[in-house]
């Protein structure tokens, strides 16, 4: 398991002519074990997969599984891959009576929330299912980070001067966000102007199974598409699922299935330059289009796959959007 970075620590800096270093990663997110029924089948093809392209780690971005013994195997499956590997806490994943001590003691996490440093870059994983003191009754699913995760990560930030990548399963830029997700892209701005560079460079994201990649203020946030489904809820339910299954897996007309697994391979080189390879699918039964979802109900388009990109970062001056 990689060392854990303690806050206040000091980390080394970039090199000395501002060049970034070059890592690999595979990223998969909301495979869903306890709700379909190919689970083991998809994540098998993702490791099969990142066990030839050898990235420096592989990471998991959430609602991943539940901590149960019926689980072990398609643990074991993530566990085979013979190199460094990651976890973020999903709001599903400590669903029901499950807890998140046992979420983390399940997967071997030590922290919801953590930070290390890998090939120049400084990585920090959130946990984005904190309690929002201002409601009465806590959600369902909450989506939040409280202040003392927010103090943890200013620390942190403060104490590097690598290129910062983060990871948290809900978005930080979109209408279902993290609900202060304002304050901590405001936290983010502010980290890189007291820096003078970019010093948060990318965050990535699960959890609204869709694909897409939004610039706010310098910082890029690419949302990764979900490894099974889009769900589509009560209006637009279809399985294409035998009766058999179904009544298995009750959940799985509610979704859009694709056909394929979905996960990205991504790659920064010396130059900044980030290459993202994702993958494409079809729909696995019928289309929310075909179904007849009207577009305004989407945030994004709902689509079978990871599209490919390529982003330039940069170490320049950090210089903040002005308006009124």
């Known amino acids: 398991m990689l060392p854990l970075i303690a806050s206040g620590s000091v980390l080394a800096s970039t090199s000395a002519d501002g060049r970034f270093g070059r890592i690999r990663f595979g990223v998969c997110t909301d495979v869903h074990q306890d709700l379909i029924p190919d689970a083991e089948r998809r994540l098998a093809a993702f490791i099969e997969e990142m066990e030839r392209e050898k990235p420096d780690f592989i990471i998991q971005l959430g609602d991943f599984c539940f901590p149960d013994e019926q689980n072990t195997n398609f643990m074991q499956i993530w566990n085979s891959f013979s190199g460094k590997k990651l976890h973020v806490v999903g709001n599903h994943d400590p669903e029901g009576d499950y807890t998140l001590t046992e979420v983390m003691d399940f997967w071997g996490m030590e922290s919801p929330n953590y930070s290390l440093n890998l090939n120049g870059y400084h990585l920090v994983t959130l946990n984005g299912n904190d309690v929002n003191p201002e409601h009465e009754i806590p959600w369902k699913y909450e989506r939040y980070i409280s202040k003392e995760q927010l103090d943890w990560l200013e620390s942190d930030l403060n104490a590097t001067d690598l290129p910062t990548i983060v990871f948290c399963h809900q978005g930080l830029d979109n209408p279902k966000r993290i609900e202060n997700a304002l304050f901590v892209r405001t936290l983010f701005e502010r980290v890189n102007q007291h820096a003078g560079f970019r010093k948060v460079q990318l965050v990535f994201s699960g959890h609204h199974h869709l694909d897409y990649h939004n610039v706010i203020n310098g910082i890029h946030y690419i949302q990764i598409n979900s490894m099974s489904y889009n769900w589509q809820g009560d209006n637009y339910a279809e399985s294409p699922y035998p009766e058999s299954v179904n009544k298995q897996y009750p959940l799985l007309k509610y979704m859009a299935h694709y056909k394929d697994p979905l996960w990205a391979l991504i790659e920064i080189d010396e130059s900044g330059r980030l290459t993202l390879t994702g993958r494409s699918s079809t729909f696995f039964g019928k289309s929310p289009q075909a179904l007849g979802k009207p ?28 308006g009124c």
């Open 295 to 322: 577009r305004y109900e989407y945030a994004y388009p709902v689509v079978p796959h990871i599209k490919d990109r390529q982003v330039q970062l940069t170490n320049a001056a950090f210089a903040p959007a002005t």
